[in-house]
Every structure is written in structure tokens, then in C-alpha cells.
């Protein structure tokens, strides 16, 4: 079954914006009008095309009327409205399209607004969003759209867009950390970037920052990884596995070695060699356990890394928020990868962790291949939110 990433979130979006609109048009008494246009005239304007192309499909679509005289055909939407001769023929083909118009000039007052924003706060809740996040959203949008008027001449269904766009890039928006630059500074000192990688079991951490030394490695930087993770079996033999597929050398101990002394020694190594990045796995472990907290505080005490990467799961929703502010709190996390994108039919660990901790998400884990790492970009995300292509992503698995 392929999962339409952010699925359940985009849905609800979709909903709430055909609600809100509606209740624009029904406030201003909105009526509906029929567009006449033939191929002479000017192309259609880009809110006239996505109006066509409604990404949430709840808007009118063309409506050709049947007429004797005169054929009717739906315009076909030019994806880049290039100049095309038009035939003779063509000249006769009319669109009409029906649209609705306020009647009159719409101010919009709370409770307008109030039951669906409350819809919309419980579908948030739903959708594994935050509370904290789903209220910021709730309160963003009323201060956008209380008290604002709305003529005639506006378009309802883009004016509802553009303030859940907004509402979403706010939360979405942490300060940026730029990776490379970190490296690229590191470098001039001739030390090595330091990212060491945290978070509890299972989450994907040993495979991101196999990810990550196949991008980086791409890009033509040296990496070292650091066999972090003494505590599980099997993990030391796990990352080498990864090292030896991605072309990079693994710095170990033997298992149940101190994970501080482990990383110490491969920031050593590339020191003494030139190597631009040591990325250090660590093992998985529970926010509330204790002793594995000091642990990984000692690792950071001991290492002063450059960035604590934070790897969280999507699939576990609210929990991925609740171990990012546990460890957020423990050893001060600088920076997150959310893995299982790919399969995150909700999305609302993506849209809610950044916020909830007040940090970047760095990366995105999108699939099981070595390639499967995107950059997070906010404008990438509200695109995949409000958009209209559905996201495909690989099956395939190279580990
Ligand atoms: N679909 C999908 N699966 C992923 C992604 N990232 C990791 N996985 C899978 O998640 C599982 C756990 O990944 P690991 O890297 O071993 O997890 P870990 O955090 O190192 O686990 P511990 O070593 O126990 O702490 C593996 O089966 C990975 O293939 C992703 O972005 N998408």
C-alpha cells in the first residue's frame, strides 16, 4: 500500500479551507456567475488555473454546457501558457466556467469562524500534531482572519490558503543550520565536524548517519564514523556493514566499551588525518532511563560536538515529540532527523517536533536506500501540504 505522505494532514487541511470558504460565500451572499471565454482571449490568470486545478478538488471545475451551434470543450489547462497558433475552429471553442462572487463586501467576525476552527483543532489533534502546535495553528489563523474585509473582488478560497499557509510556516520556522558551513569552518581550523547522533532504539539513527556519510561523501568530504553504540548487539557490526556499502572507515572498541572514549578516538583519527566529519552513533536508549541519559551527557561533555542530532521517528507521533524535548533537556539537541517519512501517513511529528523543541529539523529520512536523506526545507514541506502532486517514494531497500 503506498502511503501518501502527510496524507491524513493535507486531507484536513483541504477540509478546513473548503469550510471556511464556504462560509465566506454564504456571509457575502455569494452568487454564482458563468464565465465565458474563448481561446482568443487572455490566458486565464493563475488563480483562475488553480481554481480549475483545486489541489483539494472541492472547487467548481469547468462545467461545459452542451449548445447546437457551437461546440463546447473544456479548455485544456497549458501547464506553461505558451503562445499556440490557434486554428479557425479553435476560435469558436468556448469555456464556461461557473464561479462564485460575493455579493457584498464580507467583514469576518470570531464566530464566523469559531466551530470550524474547532473541527480543525480536534482533526489537528488527530493527525498526531501537538497540542501545542495545533493551538499556535488555531490562534495564527484567527489573528489573520478576524476582522478581515473581504470584497467582491477577492477570492475567499486563495485568502483561506495564503492564512494556513502562513499559520503552518510559522510553526514550521526554527533558525536555520546550515551543515555544510559547519564543515566547511571546521575545516579552516583543521579540526573535524563533529555530529554525534542521539535518540531511543529503533529509530533510524544507525541508518541516518549512514545516509548522511553517503551525502556528505557525495559532496566530496572525507568521513569517519565512530562506533558509538557498545551497548547493542549487533550494532557495532551493523554501522560497519553500512561503512563498508558507503566507502567510509569505522572507528570501534570492543562491545560494552566506553561510547565517550570510542567517539574521543575517532575525533583523534581524523584529526591526525585530514578527515573533514566524524559522525558518532550512540546507543539507543529511553528518555527516562537514568543512567543511559548520563551517559550520552558524559559523550557530549567529553566530545563537545558541533551538532547533537536528535533522530526521531515519525511513525511515533506524539512520543517522537515527547523523547526530543526529554533529550532536548538532557544534552540540548541542536538539530533533528525525522525518519519514516516515507511512511508517515499523519505528518504531524514533521509539522509539530521543530516547534515543540524550538530546533531545526536538519534531514529527512524518506525511504530505505542510502539516498533516502532530503535536506528539510519549510517552503518544501507547505508545498507537500497544500500541493497537488502526490510525493512518490522508492520501496526499494538497500538495507
Ligand atoms: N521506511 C523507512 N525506514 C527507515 C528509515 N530510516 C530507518 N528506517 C528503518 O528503521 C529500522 C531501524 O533503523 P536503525 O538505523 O537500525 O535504528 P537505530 O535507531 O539505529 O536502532 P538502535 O540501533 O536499536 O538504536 C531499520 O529497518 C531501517 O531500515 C526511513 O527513512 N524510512
Known amino acids: 500500500m503506498v502511503t501518501i505522505m502527510f496524507g491524513?494532514?493535507?486531507?484536513?487541511?483541504?477540509?478546513?479551507?473548503?469550510?471556511?470558504?464556504?462560509?465566506?460565500?454564504?456571509?457575502?451572499?455569494?452568487?454564482?456567475?458563468?464565465?465565458?471565454?474563448?481561446?482568443?482571449?487572455?490566458?486565464?490568470t493563475q488563480m483562475e488555473k488553480s481554481e480549475k486545478k483545486s489541489p483539494f478538488g472541492f472547487l467548481k471545475r469547468d462545467t461545459p454546457t452542451k449548445d447546437k451551434e457551437k461546440e463546447k470543450t473544456?479548455?485544456?489547462?497549458?501547464?506553461?501558457?505558451?503562445?499556440?497558433?490557434?486554428?479557425?475552429?479553435?476560435?469558436?471553442?468556448?469555456?464556461?466556467?461557473?464561479?462564485?462572487?460575493?455579493?457584498?463586501?464580507?467583514?469576518?467576525?470570531?464566530?464566523?469562524?469559531?466551530?470550524?476552527?474547532?473541527?480543525?483543532?480536534?482533526?489537528?489533534l488527530e493527525a498526531d500534531v501537538a497540542y501545542v502546535v495545533a493551538e499556535k495553528i488555531i490562534e495564527s489563523l484567527k489573528n489573520q482572519l478576524v476582522g478581515m474585509k473581504i470584497s467582491p473582488n477577492d477570492?475567499?478560497?486563495?485568502?483561506?490558503?495564503?492564512?494556513?499557509?502562513?499559520?503552518?510556516?510559522?510553526?514550521?520556522?526554527?533558525?536555520?543550520i546550515d551543515v555544510e558551513e559547519i564543515i566547511k569552518e571546521k575545516k579552516k581550523k583543521g579540526e573535524p565536524a563533529v555530529f554525534v547522533f542521539v535518540g531511543i532504539n529503533g529509530t533510524g539513527k544507525t541508518t541516518s548517519i549512514a545516509k548522511l556519510a553517503y551525502k556528505l561523501k557525495n559532496k566530496g568530504y572525507s568521513v569517519v564514523l565512530a562506533a558509538g553504540d557498545t551497548f547493542r548487539a549487533g550494532a557495532i557490526e551493523q554501522l560497519e556493514e553500512h561503512a563498508k556499502n558507503v566507502g567510509v572507515k569505522v572507528i570501534k572498541h570492543q562491545k560494552g566499551a566506553d561510547s565517550a572514549a570510542v567517539i574521543y578516538d575517532a575525533i583523534q583519527h581524523a584529526k591526525a588525518r585530514g578527515i573533514d566529519v566524524v559522525l558518532a552513533d550512540t546507543a539507543g536508549r529511553q528518555a527516562t532511563n537514568v543512567n543511559l541519559m548520563d551517559e550520552i551527557k558524559k559523550v557530549v561533555r567529553v566530545t563537545k560536538p558541533d551538532l547533537v542530532i536528535f533522530v526521531g521517528d515519525a511513525l511515533a507521533g506524539n512520543d517522537?515529540?515527547?523523547?526530543?524535548?526529554?533529550?532536548?533537556?538532557?544534552?540540548?539537541?541542536?538539530?533533528?532527523?525525522?525518519?519514516?517519512?516515507?511512511?508517515?501517513?499523519?505528518?504531524?511529528?514533521?509539522?509539530?517536533?521543530?516547534?515543540?523543541?524550538?530546533?531545526?529539523?536538519?534531514?529527512?529520512?524518506?525511504?530505505?536506500?542510502?539516498e533516502d536523506l532530503i535536506e528539510f526545507d519549510v517552503d518544501w514541506m507547505v508545498n507537500k501540504l497544500f500541493g497537488e502532486e502526490e510525493v512518490k517514494f522508492s520501496t526499494e531497500r538497500e538495507f
Open 155 to 176: 477570492d475567499p478560497e486563495e485568502i483561506t490558503i495564503n492564512a494556513l499557509k502562513n499559520a503552518i510556516k510559522e510553526i514550521l520556522s526554527q533558525e536555520h
Open 8 to 44: 491524513k494532514l493535507k486531507e484536513k487541511l483541504g477540509k478546513t479551507i473548503s469550510k471556511l470558504t464556504e462560509k465566506i460565500y454564504k456571509k457575502g451572499e455569494a452568487k454564482e456567475v458563468t464565465i465565458e471565454q474563448s481561446k482568443e482571449e487572455k490566458p486565464q
Open 320 to 370: 517522537a515529540i515527547y523523547q526530543a524535548e526529554e533529550f532536548n533537556n538532557a544534552v540540548n539537541i541542536d538539530g533533528v532527523i525525522l525518519t519514516k517519512v516515507d511512511a508517515d501517513a499523519k505528518g504531524g511529528a514533521a509539522l509539530s517536533i521543530a516547534y515543540a523543541i524550538g530546533k531545526p529539523i536538519l534531514y529527512l529520512g524518506v525511504g530505505q536506500r542510502y
Open 74 to 124: 473544456i479548455e485544456k489547462i497549458e501547464e506553461t501558457p505558451q503562445k499556440k497558433e490557434i486554428s479557425f475552429f479553435d476560435r469558436f471553442k468556448i469555456t464556461k466556467t461557473i464561479k462564485k462572487v460575493l455579493k457584498k463586501e464580507v467583514v469576518i467576525t470570531e464566530d464566523d469562524i469559531e466551530d470550524v476552527l474547532e473541527e480543525l483543532e480536534l482533526e489537528l
